[in-house]
Each structure stands twice: as C-alpha cells, then as structure tokens.
C-alpha cells in the first residue's frame, strides 16, 4: 500500500500548480475565517470541514459548547477495528491581531511570494490544513485501514474554558486514541534553506500561577510608617528580578540540546556541548551564552515571570497589602510547592508570603510520551525520509498545549508544526504577517500522510 500510495502521491503533485496544493486552498479558506479567540467562533471551521469530511466517509460529529458559536469538529475514518485510533489534534481558534502592524489583511488568506499570510498560518490553521489533508487523503485513496484515524479541530486552545480538557471531561469516548498528534516541535530551516533537525515534543511545561503579598499598617498616609506593604512587595519584586533559577536537565532536553550541538557552528556549538557537561563553571558559562535566546532559557530551567500587580485604593490610604501574580513554567515533575519555598527564601521577608492560587496543585499528571511507539517511530522515519540529513529529536515544549488532556489519561501525544520555517518565519508567530511557505505545506501534508499509512494502513 505504501509504495502505491507514494507514486500516486508524487504524481498528484506535479500535477499541480503550487498554489492550487489542495493543503495550500483549504488554509487560505481557514484564515478568512476570523476565529481570534475571543471570542472564537471555531463552529465557522466546524462548517466548513463537515461537508468535505463527510463527502468522503467520515463520520462527523459537531460538538457545541455552551457559548454560540462555539464548537469542537470530530471525523472518524473507520478502520477494521484491530488497532486502537491515532488521533490529529488541530485547534481552531487563534490569537487576535493588532491589524495597524500588518502589511495585508490577517483574514484575507493571501497567497504571495511563495507563501500564505494570514493569523494562524503557523499556529495552528497551517498544522489543521496539512492534518485534514492528511487525513481525506487517506479516504480519497481508499487506503485500507487497521485502525479509525480521528481528526479534531478544537476550541479555547489560546484561552477560555472549553478547551480539550472540557471536551475530554465530556466526551472522552469520541476522542480516545492509541495515541495523537498535535502542535509542539519544530521543523527548523538552516540560512541555506536545508532543514537542519526536526523536533518531535513529547511533554510541555505546565503554567502555575502564585500569588506574593506584601503585608503592611493600613494607615493614613500623612503619617507613614516603615512597614509599607507596597515597598515590601517592590522589594521583594526587586530580588526576583535578579534572581536565576538553575540550570536542570532531563534525559529529554540533554538528548535535545545534543542535537543542537551537532547541527550548530562554533561558538554556539561549544556551549550546547557544555551545557550538557559535568562542568560547573562551564555549565555556567554556556548557559549565560545559550540563554540570551528566551526559548532556550525556558527549556533549560523553571522559569517565573511577574504578571499582575494589585495595591492600593485611594490617594490619603496607605494600604494594608499589595500583591504580585506570577506565573510559574514548570519542568515536567516539578512540584510547584518547592518552587514557590524557593522564591519565598529567595524574597526572605517575613512581611511577604508567596502561595499558590490553587494550593492543591500538584507535579502535572501530564507524564512525557514514550518516544517507543509506532506513532513515534513513523513520525521519526518519515521526518528523515522526507529532510535528508536532518536530524530528529524528542523536545520539551517551552509552553502549554492542547496535549494535557490526552497525556494526563495516559495517551501519548506528539507534538510538531508540521512544516519547515526558518528564524523569520518564528518571529511572524502570535506577531505580524505570519506566514508559512507553500513548499513547506506541501512537504509536511507528504510526511504527516506517509507517517499515517505507516501506523494506521492494514
Ligand atoms: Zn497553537
């Protein structure tokens, strides 16, 4: 079936003028749906992908939240039932735009130069495009199968409260799987062009806010006193500031930035090699060379970051308390009560307290995939058959994703934008003019297709 499949494939492709790529259309059609969440309104995608999936054998399922227009799209392909489902996972939703600093209309889908513009063309209406195309692909051949492959088009995955964890609250049974793909790693373009490594994200950090109070007199501020809660807080906020987390890696992200060793040049190379090392001193040393770059530093430690600030209520009050949100990215396993002991000793202030929002949190129950699965393995072989040369490595993803209400049950989720972009491209995401290459869609809806015939073709 595979060999078939791939002459039919490459044939197909030629065929086509680039910017007709079946992949390519479908996502200027998914851009022009505006769905910047809020409010979201993914139920417009829902819409449009019903008819299609149905047209072809699927079994479709709408399932509506309680806010209008609101809405989770679920296509089953049946298979013979011997193998558990692979589910692809897309959200639907996006982030708003600020429309003065684009050059073109976010929601027009244009396609220019080698590339389609348009808010979500990297995260994740790009992902969804190559996922759904995979996925019709697979019924428009009549690819036999062994097992029902699922795809999902979520909601509330940039924000909001009916998310994937909601929908897995309610509605497991239509989204249980061996295991499933969604947004995470990387397929990252060296300035040659050439794909350099593919990331394959098999855990995301999990986001914890606290909460630091400064506690004070509340008085009248003609006669102030020296136990001003706001200074206490800008105290302690100060010592934050300046404080740095260590340096911890996992088996996960050692293998990772050994990959970014061997596919970097020098200095760079030096440092990823040493951060990895027993060195302290050079520990050190690399990571203050490495985590110039903001992603990295998040890979390589638990990070915190100041969010909210709350004190005071009128000009003549000095007032009793003042607080900071922050916002803890915690490591996978990293219990967030050790961490909020650690910025309280770091703080060292009896007259401030950091707690957690919810102090019944825990570790995440969110464990990282087993990269030893058919769906690892396929993902990995494809990657390389489709980027000569370039390297595959399981990644920790620096932020949180979909993935969560899969992981926690059990299920092993990996996470990629399924297309290759280069430094440019990444500074464009949740930013201006985003943009993905046709080329580059075109090349993933080939890997993201093969990787299915290999897990799921009887
Ligand atoms: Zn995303």
């Known amino acids: 079936m595979l060999a078939i499949g791939l002459l039919g494939l490459e044939g197909g492709v030629e ?31 829902a819409e449009l992908l019903a008819p299609r999936f149905r047209a072809l054998g699927f079994e479709v399922d709408i399932i509506p939240t309680p806010e209008p227009g609101k809405a989770h799209f679920i296509a089953r392909l049946r298979g013979d039932g011997s193998k558990r489902p692979v ?22 889908g244009v396609v220019r130069d080698g590339f389609v513009f348009g808010r979500g063309a990297l995260d ?20 036999p199968l062994s097992r029902d492959v699922i795809f999902l088009a979520e909601a509330d995955e940039e924000g909001g409260r009916y998310n994937t964890t909601w929908l897995a609250g309610s509605h497991w049974a239509k989204i249980d799987a061996e295991f499933a793909l969604n947004e995470g790693g990387w397929i990252i373009k060296g300035a040659d062009g050439r794909v350099k490594y593919v990331s394959i994200s098999t855990a995301d950090k999990s986001s914890v806010p606290a909460i ?46 050994e990959t970014l060793h061997r596919t970097s040049d020098p200095p760079l190379a030096t440092h990823f090699r040493n951060i990895t090392g027993n060195n302290r001193e050079r520990v050190r040393e690399a990571d203050r060379a490495i985590s110039v770059d903001p992603l990295l530093h998040a890979l390589l430690r638990n990070t915190f970051a100041p969010v909210l600030l709350n004190a005071g209520f009128r000009g003549n009050v000095i007032p009793g308390s003042a607080q900071a949100t922050i916002n803890l990215r915690l490591l996978p396993g990293v219990d967030p009560h050790d961490v909020v002991r650690e910025l309280q000793g770091v703080i060292a202030d009896p007259q401030v307290e950091v707690r957690l929002v919810n102090p019944q949190a825990g570790p995440s129950k969110a464990l990282p995939s087993s990269q ?28 949180g994703t979909d993935a969560g209400a899969w992981r926690s049950r059990g299920v092993p989720v990996y996470g990629i934008y399924p297309y290759p972009i280069d430094a440019e491209d990444l500074t464009r995401m949740h930013g201006n003019d985003e943009r993905v290459s046709i080329e580059s869609l075109r090349q993933g809806t080939e890997m993201i297709y093969r990787t299915l015939v290999a897990v799921a073709a009887r």
């Open 15 to 45: 065929g086509q003028a680039a910017d007709q790529h079946p992949t390519v259309s479908l996502l200027a059609e998914v851009i022009r749906l505006d769905t910047s969440n809020p409010p979201g309104r993914e139920g417009l995608v």
């Open 87 to 108: 589910l692809l996972a897309a959200h639907a939703d996006v982030v708003g735009v600020e429309r003065e600093k684009w050059t073109l209309d976010p929601f027009s």
């Open 124 to 143: 994740f209406k790009g992902g969804l495009a190559v996922f759904a195309q995979a996925v019709l692909r697979l019924a428009e051949r009549r690819v």
């Open 212 to 257: 630091v109070t400064a506690r004070g007199t509340s008085t009248h501020s003609s006669m102030p006193r020296p136990d001003s809660a706001i200074f206490a807080l800008s105290r302690a906020m100060a010592r934050l500031s300046t404080y740095e987390t260590e340096v911890q890696l996992s088996p996960l992200t050692r293998g990772f930035f």
């Open 372 to 399: 030893f699965t058919d769906l690892y393995r396929a993902l990995e072989r494809e990657a390389k058959v489709e980027f000569p040369g370039a390297e595959v490595t399981p990644y920790l993803f620096q932020a």
